[in-house]
T-cell receptor
Framework: QQPVQSPQAVILREGEDAVINCSSS?????VHWYRQKHGEAPVFLMI?????EQKGHEKISASFNEKKQQSSLYLTASQLSYSGTYFC????????????FGPGTRLSVLP | EAGVAQSPRYKIIEKRQSVAFWCNPI?????LYWYQQILGQGPKLLIQ????????DSQLPKDRFSAERLKGVDSTLKIQPAKLEDSAVYLC??????????????????FGPGTRLTVL
């Protein structure tokens, strides 16, 4: 059962902020975030393992609301290099199986 | 540190032919994944190995797809016979996961460059 991502696509100007959401109807054990640039492989951004956990990576941070079964990725003061497709991924149990990626959110940062 | 290696990078075949992909994970990574990524979609897990054992192959079309990971290191994914809808990028990933009894924490996955398969 694939997690849902919103929005499907977003266009920003350099320096603007964006939020990408990932939610599920099933309980989430962990949430992973990856970025994939066109023609390249996905690259890891961060993992959130516990409800309420927040992490940051440069100007990209994320939160995980276990009760709401959702995670949000925050991109602050976006740069041109942030352009790409962002995927959340999760496994719904803590046995390491059934890893599922969401459909992705395409982010375009314009100068 | 060398990354995940995959070959070939590109493959064009006709439907009903067979094809095989090879993956060599990062040294020391016990977990190896094969994903299928159709254009415009997220990667779909086909099979997950922990060392040389299969952890999850629930989404592998077993009538035509097979995979093995002999000796718990490199792995091959085979499609026989291929169909038009198999056209996709096949990604291999590996991770260093920490088993704790029955639990297995999924850590960062490192992806290879992928193999782009075109079935005509």
């Amino acid at each position: 059962q694939q997690p849902v991502q919103s929005p499907q696509a977003v266009i920003l100007r350099e320096g603007e902020d964006a939020v990408i959401n990932c939610s599920s109807s099933k309980a989430l054990y962990s949430v992973h975030w990856y970025r994939q640039k066109h023609g390249e492989a996905p690259v890891f951004l961060m993992i959130l393992l516990k409800g309420g956990e927040q992490k940051g990576h440069e100007k990209i941070s994320a939160s995980f609301n276990e009760k709401k079964q959702q995670s949000s990725l925050y991109l602050t003061a976006s740069q041109l290099s942030y352009s790409g497709t962002y995927f959340c991924g999760t496994n719904f149990q803590n046995y390491g199986q059934n890893f599922v990626f969401g459909p992705g959110t395409r982010l375009s940062v314009l100068p | 540190e060398a990354g995940v290696a995959q070959s070939p990078r590109y493959k064009i075949i006709e439907k009903r032919q067979s094809v095989a992909f090879w993956c060599n994970p990062i040294s020391g990574h016990a977990t190896l994944y094969w994903y299928q990524q159709i254009l415009g979609q997220g990667p779909k897990l086909l099979i997950q190995f922990q060392n040389n054992g299969v952890v999850d192959d629930s989404q592998l079309p077993k009538d035509r797809f097979s995979a093995e990971r002999l000796k718990g290191v490199d792995s091959t994914l085979k499609i026989q016979p291929a169909k038009l809808e198999d056209s996709a990028v096949y990604l291999c990933a590996s991770s260093f996961d920490q088993p704790f009894g029955r639990l297995l924490t999924v850590n960062e996955q490192f992806f290879g460059p992928g193999t782009r398969l075109t079935v005509l």
